[in-house]
Structures are given as structure tokens and as C-alpha cells.
T-cell receptor, first 111, second 112 residues
Framework: SQQGEEDPQALSIQEGENATMNCSYK?????LQWYRQNSGRGLVHLIL?????REKHSGRLRVTLDTSKKSSSLLITASRAADTASYFC???????????FGQGTRLTINP | DVKVTQSSRYLVKRTGEKVFLECVQD?????MFWYRQDPGLGLRLIYF???????EKGDIPEGYSVSREKKERFSLILESASTNQTSMYLC???????????FGPGTRLTVT
């Protein structure tokens, strides 16, 4: 069963604006990861945040994690047309050997 | 750089055919995974393997089998393809103790 649930399912913004995507999960985790998928391609790892971390930055990406609410958010600042893609959160549950992916947020950046 | 390759980008098969999807990784990763991706359902794990000749069922193993005879290669087998197996199939690998998964480009399978 899918543990991660992304919100919104689709997001369309203007180039230069910030994009925020949210992910909720159900069980205790070791870490939470975000991946990007360009249309018709495989997924690419973006960033990982561990369960004992609250915020992490990588370039224009900012990830937050609230374990009390079992939720995470991915912020992309100063969006570009090349950021158009689907974004997935994935949880690495405690004791599990596998990642559980959410359904993804489809982000469209309009020029 | 880690490279995960899949044997075909696009594949069209007939109902009832036996289908082999091949995945090869070049980073000596212990763990390999097969997912299918469908609109509105995200990625669902079919099978995974944490060592040669070892396999574990994922969330939707019915209608599929796998083979891992060599560390670098993980094959997904559709014993008798059906139209509801039309989907995008993604292979991934991960090193032991690592967190990040590396994905192949995907195979879009159509069963007619």
C-alpha cells in the first residue's frame, strides 16, 4: 500500500515563482526522500532528510520534515521551465528493506 | 556515475505471450527493484532482490516472477501477458546500507 501521499496532485505556476509540494505518511520512518521524474523517464534522487532532521537545503530545494505530523514539504524556489516534472516523496520505513513511494505531484512551470 | 539500463524503452506484446524485461546495473549494488507505474497510482513495488538468487514479493507480485542469477542483472517475467499489465515498468538498484535508489529509464509495455 502507498504510504506517501502528495498534495497537490498537480500544480501550475509561472516561471520565477516558488513551488511547494507536501507529502504525508503513516508509519515511523528512518528517512524521507524526494525524487523527480521527467516525462516518460526514470526517477532521479533529489534530496534526503533523516528522521532526526527538521530542515535541509540543496541549491534551490528546501525540504522540511515534521515527524509529529508525519509530513514533509518540498519547496523549489525561483522556478524554471526545466523544473517541469513529477515529484515523488518516498519513505524508508524502520525495519523495511524497501522505499514506499507516493503518487506524485505533477508540476508545470509556465514561461 | 551509477548506470541502470533496461533492455527496451518500448515494447508491444500480445495477450498470452511470455515477456522478459531485463535490467542491468553497473555499480555492484546488492539490492534491485521492479516497479510498475500507472496514472493516479504512483509507483508500486512488484518484486525486489537483496542478493543473487534471493527475491522478495512486493505489493503487487501476482502475474509476475523474477530472476536474479547474477548480481548485476534482475529480470522481470510476465508468464502470460494480459492487457491489465500494460504499464510503465521501472527498475532500480541500491547499494547495501545506502539510502538512494537509482532508476533505469523505464520500459513502456503495451499488451494488446
Amino acid at each position: 500500500s502507498q504510504q506517501g501521499e502528495e498534495d497537490p496532485q498537480a500544480l501550475s505556476i509561472q516561471e520565477g515563482e516558488n513551488a511547494t509540494m507536501n507529502c504525508s505518511y503513516k508509519t515511523s520512518i528512518n528517512n524521507l526522500q524526494w525524487y523527480r521524474q521527467n516525462s516518460g523517464r526514470g526517477l532521479v534522487h533529489l534530496i534526503l532528510i533523516r528522521s532526526n532532521e527538521r530542515e535541509k537545503h540543496s541549491g534551490r530545494l528546501r525540504v522540511t520534515l515534521d515527524t509529529s505530523k508525519k509530513s514533509s514539504s518540498l519547496l523549489i524556489t525561483a522556478s524554471r521551465a526545466a523544473d517541469t516534472a513529477s515529484y515523488f516523496c518516498a519513505t524508508d520505513a524502520q525495519g523495511a528493506q524497501k522505499l514506499v513511494f507516493g503518487q506524485g505531484t505533477r508540476l508545470t512551470i509556465n514561461p | 556515475d551509477v548506470k541502470v539500463t533496461q533492455s527496451s524503452r518500448y515494447l508491444v506484446k500480445r495477450t498470452g505471450e511470455k515477456v522478459f524485461l531485463e535490467c542491468v546495473q553497473d555499480m555492484d549494488h546488492e539490492n534491485m527493484f521492479w516497479y510498475r507505474q500507472d496514472p493516479g497510482l504512483g509507483l508500486r513495488l512488484i518484486y525486489f532482490s537483496y542478493d543473487v538468487k534471493m527475491k522478495e514479493k512486493g505489493d503487487i507480485p501476482e502475474g509476475y516472477s523474477v530472476s536474479r542469477e547474477k548480481k548485476e542483472r534482475f529480470s522481470l517475467i510476465l508468464e502470460s501477458a494480459s492487457t491489465n499489465q500494460t504499464s510503465m515498468y521501472l527498475c532500480a538498484s541500491r547499494g547495501q546500507g545506502a539510502n538512494e535508489q537509482y532508476f533505469g529509464p523505464g520500459t513502456r509495455l503495451t499488451v494488446t
